[in-house]
Antibody, heavy 119, light 107 residues
Framework: EVQLVESGGGLVQPGGSLRLSCAAS????????MHWVRQATGKGLEWVSAIGTAGDTYYPGSVKGRFTISRENAKNSLYLQMNSLRAGDTAVYYC?????????????WGQGTLVTVSS | EIVLTQSPATLSLSPGERATLSCRASQSVSISLAWYQQKPGQAPRLLIYDASNRATGIPARFSGSGSGTDFTLTINSLEPEDFAVYYCQQRINWPYTFGQGTKLEIK
């Protein structure tokens, strides 16, 4: 059974940093592109970052230069390092797996971890 | 960035009726469009990918159609568990983007 479990969320002050983790199981982690998507309370979904099987990374303009996605295949783990956090980064952050051969279609999602940026 | 506009924002229907949800892209996404369902307090669930392919385990009452800039998600004979928020999403250009969602509520 495919499972994705996020951790590392919490309360952080503006300008602070946080590192999110996603533990994957039930599939060959190294063979799949992985993504982070966030959702502010009561709002829609926003892509945060993506990482390919070769380690290629992608970010939207809203987080580029502040967030870094990485993976550690030996530990079946995905990470999101978030720096210079702003109030607008407050959201539930989801880790998600992309379908093989259709990267960008997310077939499994974790339950999310809440990040709150506030003083 | 490709903008996806979903309509209507809210759709009020009764169980047993058919739901038709629309998604329009600001430029062509070919067939690189997916649909997700999200219930309160839950992560999104993939329903349809590449415009018309049902994801694993998705009931046949869910179907998708369209290409280019206009797409439709149809849910035949609504079940009580289908009332949720639905999002479309494109993957042809980075950054991938989602529509703002359509809330399907019980009438």
């Amino acid at each position: 059974e495919v499972q994705l479990v996020e951790s590392g969320g919490g309360l952080v002050q503006p300008g602070g940093s946080l590192r999110l983790s996603c533990a994957a199981s039930g599939f060959t982690f190294s063979s799949y592109d992985m993504h982070w998507v966030r959702q502010a309370t009561g709002k829609g979904l926003e892509w945060v970052s993506a990482i390919g099987t070769a380690g290629d990374t992608y970010y939207p303009g809203s987080v580029k230069g502040r967030f870094t996605i990485s993976r550690e295949n030996a530990k079946n783990s995905l990470y999101l390092q978030m720096n210079s956090l702003r109030a607008g980064d407050t959201a539930v952050y989801y880790c998600a797996r992309a379908l093989r051969d259709t990267s960008g279609t997310l077939d499994y999602w974790g339950q999310g971890t809440l990040v709150t940026v506030s003083s | 960035e490709i903008v996806l506009t979903q309509s209507p924002a809210t759709l009020s229907l009764s169980p047993g009726e058919r739901a038709t949800l629309s998604c329009r892209a600001s430029q062509s996404v070919s067939i690189s469009l997916a649909w997700y369902q999200q219930k309160p307090g839950q992560a999104p669930r993939l329903l349809i990918y590449d415009a018309s392919n049902r994801a694993t385990g998705i009931p046949a009452r869910f179907s998708g159609s369209g290409s280019g800039t206009d797409f439709t998600l149809t849910i035949n004979s609504l079940e009580p568990e289908d009332f949720a928020v639905y999002y479309c999403q494109q993957r042809i250009n980075w950054p991938y983007t989602f529509g703002q969602g359509t809330k399907l509520e019980i009438k």
